[in-house]
Nanobody, 120 residues
Framework: VQLQASGGGLVQAGGSLRLSCVASGNIFSINLIAWYRQAPGNQRELVAR???????IYADSVKGRFTISRDNAKNTVSLQMNSLKPEDTAIYYC???????????????WGQGTQVTVSS
């Protein structure tokens, strides 16, 4: 499985960015794709996640501002980020979990990361 993330950049506080993650390879029909982020000196944290069926969860810090969506036909997951704050500054990574019928989730697949910088 390969994940290609794109869409990061520099934006002023209050602005918007849209991240995309394109998945290819051996993707199971039941899977989860998530966006994580890691700021300098911090641990990597979950931002949002979407299942192959379209169910979503969000970190409390981004609820109401970020929206995760997916196009299963294109194996693409997007993260629309609005009302950005300086504390959203981080490297954003996409992650895929294949849900196996035996053995549970296999979540070893990461994109290369894309930098998001929000200036005050």
């Amino acid at each position: 499985v390969q994940l290609q993330a794109s869409g990061g950049g520099l934006v002023q506080a209050g602005g918007s960015l849209r991240l995309s993650c394109v998945a290819s390879g051996n993707i199971f029909s039941i899977n989860l794709i998530a966006w994580y982020r890691q700021a300098p000196g911090n641990q990597r944290e979950l931002v949002a996640r979407i299942t192959s069926g379209g169910s979503t969860i969000y970190a409390d810090s981004v609820k109401g501002r970020f929206t995760i969506s997916r196009d299963n036909a294109k194996n693409t997951v997007s993260l629309q980020m609005n009302s950005l704050k300086p504390e959203d500054t981080a490297i954003y990574y996409c992650n895929l979990c294949n849900i196996r019928s035996v053995g549970g989730p296999e979540c070893n697949y990461w994109g290369q990361g894309t930098q998001v910088t929000v200036s005050s």
